[in-house]
């Protein structure tokens, strides 16, 4: 399958332990944000999503948490399986009406 | 069911050549993009449309070329004037208007090979 990201920041985790993946973002006016899946040879999926005036939200299996002091956000996925196994990267809006700006990505590998 | 397809899946372009990247969306969204991933890096924005015959360049906009005759179709064309296109390109389409933003929905992707 095609490879994405071979130079990206790597996580490994236990099957079954839980997994945080961060991600720092630029703007401090940024409104809205949102996690991505991306499988190898495959397209981004949407995970979750999170607006400026949350600093929580919970999904399936995922929980996002934004902190707007240090512009920092973060993804945690619980019991975390084989099939989490991707490339995970936050996207953030800027400003209304702008484009969403990408972060590199982060690599999840789960370990058997 | 809706979604946005993007095709074909693997793509060779030999040196001077011109190449077209499909995308179609039947979701009903206004807008639509186009990404270029290189590994290790974030995606890239090429070019956009918020609206049908209306499109605009992104970050890295040279040596490509689309159009935007159809809503549910945003077709990409990777011209000789690109000099690394070898790449995974990927399409998105996204709701637009009002004060919302909206999330993107993504095609499976492109990969383009120059031989």
């Known amino acids: 399958g095609e490879s994405v990201g071979l130079h990206l920041p790597t996580l490994s985790v236990q099957e079954g332990d839980n997994s945080i993946i961060n991600c720092a973002y630029s703007?401090?006016?940024?409104?809205?944000f949102i996690w991505y899946k991306q499988e190898s040879g495959k397209g981004p999926q949407f995970i979750i999503d999170?607006?400026?005036?949350?600093d929580k939200r919970q999904g399936q299996r995922v929980t996002v948490l934004l902190n707007k002091t240090v512009k920092h956000l973060s993804l945690q996925i619980a019991a975390t399986q084989p099939g989490d196994s991707a490339v995970y990267f936050c996207?953030?809006?800027?400003?209304?009406?702008?484009?969403?700006?990408f972060g590199p990505g982060t690599r999840l590998s789960v370990l058997p | 069911d809706g979604g946005i397809t993007q095709s074909p899946k693997y793509l060779f372009r030999k040196e001077g050549q011109n190449v077209t990247l499909s995308c179609e969306q039947n979701?009903?969204?206004?807008?639509m993009y186009w990404y270029r991933q290189d590994p290790g890096q974030g995606l890239r924005l090429i070019y956009y449309?918020?609206?049908?015959?209306?499109?605009q360049k992104g970050d890295i906009a040279e040596g490509y070329s689309v159009s935007r005759e159809k809503k549910e179709s945003f077709p990409l064309t990777v011209t000789s004037a690109q000099k690394n296109p070898t790449a995974f390109y990927l399409c998105?389409?996204?709701?637009?208007?009002?004060?919302?933003?909206?999330?993107?929905?993504f095609g499976s992707g492109t990969r383009l090979t120059v031989v």
């Open positions: 998105a389409s996204s709701q637009s208007g009002g004060e919302t933003n909206y999330g993107y929905t």
């Open positions: 703007n401090s006016a940024s409104d809205y």
């Open positions: 999170i607006r400026s005036n949350m």
């Open positions: 996207a953030e809006i800027p400003n209304y009406g702008q484009n969403f700006v």
């Open positions: 979701l009903n969204h206004d807008a």
């Open positions: 449309s918020q609206i049908v015959n209306d499109f």
